[in-house]
């Protein structure tokens, strides 16, 4: 009457080992590690070589160093040694192997090779940054202007119509001045069949014919949204030079992203990469130097050239027609200049950025090409107590050189100040141009000391309510409640196993939703034993008695997991980062607790009761 059959004996031993196989290696913690990535490639062993020599070179000690999918990982004793560690392997392998500090399982080989690791970590258990960056829509707005004022001036002049200015003004909105109203209508017709989506419309200002254009509501959302998907492309990009695994990048909003970088031990470097907004612009020198000083001195700039400042404060003239702008460049690495030894940067442009660099350096040989760095810089000041932030625009030119050859889809930019300078502009050159800049506006930190604190507080409150139920249990309950708090531990290892096979990612809140498995799962089986309770009050023999409790039971325990599960879901499904960890570890737990509240009790139930002929009371 009570007795599995063997298959389903063996089915649920089976279960029980490969759960207690997958969680294993959870147990071993983590060490201080080096993760090394190769852009574009592979790390291969000869790089991993490379750099073991140079750490023993430097007597730091290793202790393990293997590849590990497509990158290099190697493992040190102490955060110490890892901190040492990180500029020789930077120093030995170069530029083109990005080095970033994190924390890697320190489980043994044989577990990593059969692909058994122990689940991620989240950031308020592992430790690292966590970011919140706020997009400035309205510059991606007037970014989106210029580019097409930009496209207006080459039209204009290819149907040869004459123009006096065009510029974006202060109501954003492009604004073209005209000679003549009959030129305005002119231009008119010719520019609002290739920007459909501008607004165009013909006004006078001080008695001047005006043509302003301005983005539809469709074509303001419509750019909006590309600055939102091409600056998470961006900060992905990003994220992949520092080398970190398991990053969270993601839209919160309209106009937000949330970057969580978990492991990460480098915070102030990874802020200073995230947060960057450097781009480049490549522009041809407009005038002579006397031109320049006349143009700062008067204030009269030329109807077809701005005038910009180079580091030292000297000023320079470059046309407005902009060459080649950063969203063309592919690739980016620093070194130096052959010829005087300065730092450098080595630039890669893609096809139609190499083309138009060839056509217009080509035409323009023995004349002089700027380099305008731009960056936009949020400072915050205290004005009447409060903080307030001040955006700034730095645009400076860092190189002019005379134009000796025809450039194409390669050339050096010097005019650095140091070798730190030229990597960092490489590295955010290699990562993309963001499309409109963004400010942080949230920044936590969470040091591995405090993620430890975390797990060891969420260990504290899983042990202090398993401690507490099985203590109930088993007292109220005797042998059926030390069976069901075994099924309890059970329960917890298959959870840690699922994480792990799924690897996927434990929080806080996943924790939280481990202990409230604990009463979910021990409910299941009060309801049997109960049911057992009753049927022996209403005169059945204890064998059929638990045979009862388990079938009579089994509806009302499907249907409240059911539920249960249902509401995890729709937890999945609506909420944001936490809840989602919170619904995942619920989800598994609940799944988890109809096998062992149904399955693994009544396989041990069976085991101390099922050969029992005679009988005569159970222990509940």
Same mark, same amino acid.
């Given at each position: 009457?009570?007795?599995?059959?063997?298959?389903?004996?063996?089915?649920?031993?089976?279960?029980?080992?490969?759960?207690?196989?997958?969680?294993?290696?959870?147990?071993?913690?983590?060490?201080?590690?080096?993760?090394?990535?190769?852009?574009?490639?592979?790390?291969?062993?000869?790089?991993?070589?490379?750099?073991?020599?140079?750490?023993?070179?430097?007597?730091?000690?290793?202790?393990?160093?293997?590849?590990?999918?497509?990158?290099?990982?190697?493992?040190?004793?102490?955060?110490?040694?890892?901190?040492?560690?990180?500029?020789?392997?930077?120093?030995?392998?170069?530029?083109?192997?990005?080095?970033?500090?994190?924390?890697?399982?320190?489980?043994?080989?044989?577990?990593?090779?059969?692909?058994?690791?122990?689940?991620?970590?989240?950031?308020?258990?592992?430790?690292?940054?966590?970011?919140?960056?706020?997009?400035?829509?309205?510059?991606?707005?007037?970014?989106?202007?210029?580019?097409?004022?930009?496209?207006?001036?080459?039209?204009?002049?290819?149907?040869?119509?004459?123009?006096?200015?065009?510029?974006?003004?202060?109501?954003?909105?492009?604004?073209?001045?005209?000679?003549?109203?009959?030129?305005?209508?002119?231009?008119?017709?010719?520019?609002?069949?290739?920007?459909?989506?501008?607004?165009?419309?013909?006004?006078?200002?001080?008695?001047?014919?005006?043509?302003?254009?301005?983005?539809?509501?469709?074509?303001?959302?419509?750019?909006?949204?590309?600055?939102?998907?091409?600056?998470?492309?961006?900060?992905?990009?990003?994220?992949?030079?520092?080398?970190?695994?398991?990053?969270?990048?993601?839209?919160?909003?309209?106009?937000?992203?949330?970057?969580?970088?978990?492991?990460?031990?480098?915070?102030?470097?990874?802020?200073?990469?995230?947060?960057?907004?450097?781009?480049?612009?490549?522009?041809?020198?407009?005038?002579?130097?006397?031109?320049?000083?006349?143009?700062?001195?008067?204030?009269?700039?030329?109807?077809?050239?701005?005038?910009?400042?180079?580091?030292?404060?000297?000023?320079?003239?470059?046309?407005?027609?902009?060459?080649?702008?950063?969203?063309?460049?592919?690739?980016?690495?620093?070194?130096?200049?052959?010829?005087?030894?300065?730092?450098?940067?080595?630039?890669?442009?893609?096809?139609?950025?190499?083309?138009?660099?060839?056509?217009?350096?080509?035409?323009?040989?023995?004349?002089?090409?700027?380099?305008?760095?731009?960056?936009?810089?949020?400072?915050?000041?205290?004005?009447?107590?409060?903080?307030?932030?001040?955006?700034?625009?730095?645009?400076?030119?860092?190189?002019?050189?005379?134009?000796?050859?025809?450039?194409?889809? $390669?050339?050096?930019? !010097?005019? *650095? +100040? %140091?070798?730190?300078?030229?990597?960092?502009? /490489? =590295?955010? @050159?290699? &990562?993309?141009?963001?499309?409109?800049?963004?400010?942080?506006?949230?920044?936590?930190?969470?040091?591995?000391?405090?993620?430890?604190?975390?797990?060891?507080?969420?260990?504290?409150?899983?042990?202090?309510?398993?401690?507490?139920?099985?203590?109930?249990?088993?007292?109220?309950?005797?042998?059926?409640?030390?069976?069901?708090?075994?099924?309890?531990?059970?329960?917890?290892?298959?959870?840690?196993?699922?994480?792990?096979?799924?690897?996927?990612?434990?929080?806080?809140?996943?924790?939280?939703?481990?202990?409230?498995?604990?009463?979910?799962?021990?409910?299941?089986?009060?309801?049997?034993?109960?049911?057992?309770?009753?049927?022996?009050?209403?005169?059945?023999?204890?064998?059929?008695?638990?045979?009862?409790?388990?079938? $009579?039971?089994?509806? !009302?325990? *499907? +249907? %409240?997991?059911?539920?249960?599960?249902?509401? /995890? =879901?729709? @937890?999945? &499904?609506?909420?944001?980062?936490?809840?989602?960890?919170?619904?995942?570890?619920?989800?598994?737990?609940?799944?988890?607790?109809?096998?062992?509240?149904?399955?693994?009790?009544?396989?041990?139930?069976?085991?101390?009761?099922?050969?029992?002929?005679?009988?005569?009371?159970?222990?509940?």
């Amino acid at each position: 009457m009570n007795r599995y059959p063997w298959w389903k004996n063996l089915i649920i031993i089976l279960v029980l080992a490969l759960g207690v196989f997958l969680a294993l290696p959870n147990i071993y913690g983590e060490n201080p590690a080096l993760q090394i990535s190769k852009r574009n490639a592979s790390v291969d062993a000869a790089a991993l070589a490379q750099a073991e020599t140079a750490l023993k070179a430097a007597h730091i000690p290793v202790k393990s160093a293997r590849i590990e999918g497509q990158d290099g990982l190697i493992q040190f004793d102490s955060t110490d040694a890892q901190l040492k560690a990180v500029n020789v392997v930077r120093t030995a392998l170069g530029e083109d192997y990005p080095v970033a500090l994190n924390l890697a399982p320190a489980a043994p080989r044989w577990m990593t090779d059969l692909g058994v690791k122990p689940m991620f970590l989240g950031l308020d258990l592992r430790g690292g940054v966590h970011f919140l960056m706020q997009i400035d829509m309205k510059a991606a707005i007037k970014t989106a202007l210029e580019r097409r004022v930009d496209g207006m001036r080459g039209d204009l002049r290819q149907a040869n119509i004459r123009y006096i200015s065009a510029d974006v003004d202060k109501d954003d909105q492009i604004a073209l001045r005209f000679p003549d109203a009959a030129v305005r209508d002119a231009a008119a017709k010719a520019l609002e069949g290739n920007y459909p989506e501008l607004r165009f419309q013909s006004v006078d200002r001080d008695g001047q014919p005006f043509l302003t254009a301005q983005l539809t509501e469709q074509g303001a959302t419509a750019e909006r949204k590309a600055a939102l998907e091409q600056n998470i492309t961006t900060l992905r990009n990003r994220v992949n030079e520092l080398g970190v695994a398991e990053p969270l990048i993601q839209q919160q909003g309209d106009d937000r992203i949330v970057v969580e970088l978990p492991g990460i031990q480098d915070t102030v470097r990874a802020k200073e990469i995230i947060g960057a907004t450097a781009t480049l612009e490549f522009r041809l020198v407009a005038g002579t130097p006397s031109d320049w000083l006349d143009a700062q001195q008067s204030g009269h700039v030329p109807p077809d050239a701005r005038l910009y400042h180079e580091k030292n404060g000297q000023p320079v003239l470059l046309k407005r027609q902009v060459i080649v702008t950063g969203d063309r460049i592919t690739g980016a690495s620093s070194g130096f200049d052959q010829r005087s030894g300065s730092p450098a940067v080595f630039v890669n442009l893609d096809g139609q950025g190499a083309r138009r660099m060839a056509d217009i350096t080509g035409q323009n040989i023995g004349k002089q090409m700027g380099v305008v760095f731009i960056e936009h810089r949020t400072e915050t000041k205290m004005v009447d107590g409060k903080p307030v932030k001040d955006k700034k625009l730095i645009q400076q030119v860092i190189n002019v050189a005379t134009i000796q050859d025809q450039l194409a889809n $390669r050339f050096q930019i !010097t005019g *650095l +100040d %140091s070798p730190n300078e030229a990597r960092d502009l /490489a =590295l955010l @050159l290699r &990562a993309g141009a963001l499309r409109a800049p963004m400010d942080i506006v949230e920044e936590r930190t969470v040091g591995p000391s405090l993620g430890a604190a975390n797990i060891q507080s969420g260990i504290d409150a899983s042990i202090l309510g398993f401690a507490l139920v099985a203590v109930f249990m088993m007292i109220y309950y005797r042998v059926f409640g030390t069976v069901s708090v075994v099924a309890l531990g059970v329960n917890l290892v298959l959870i840690v196993a699922a994480l792990s096979l799924l690897q996927a990612t434990l929080t806080l809140p996943g924790i939280a939703g481990m202990v409230l498995t604990l009463g979910i799962a021990v409910d299941a089986n009060v309801l049997i034993n109960e049911r057992i309770r009753e049927e022996l009050r209403n005169g059945m023999t204890p064998q059929a008695a638990i045979k009862a409790g388990y079938e $009579r039971a089994f509806a !009302t325990i *499907l +249907d %409240s997991h059911v539920t249960t599960l249902l509401a /995890a =879901l729709a @937890l999945f &499904a609506l909420g944001s980062g936490p809840i989602k960890g919170f619904a995942v570890t619920l989800s598994i737990g609940i799944m988890a607790s109809m096998f062992t509240a149904i399955m693994v009790t009544r396989a041990l139930i069976n085991l101390i009761y099922g050969r029992r002929t005679r009988l005569t009371q159970l222990s509940i």
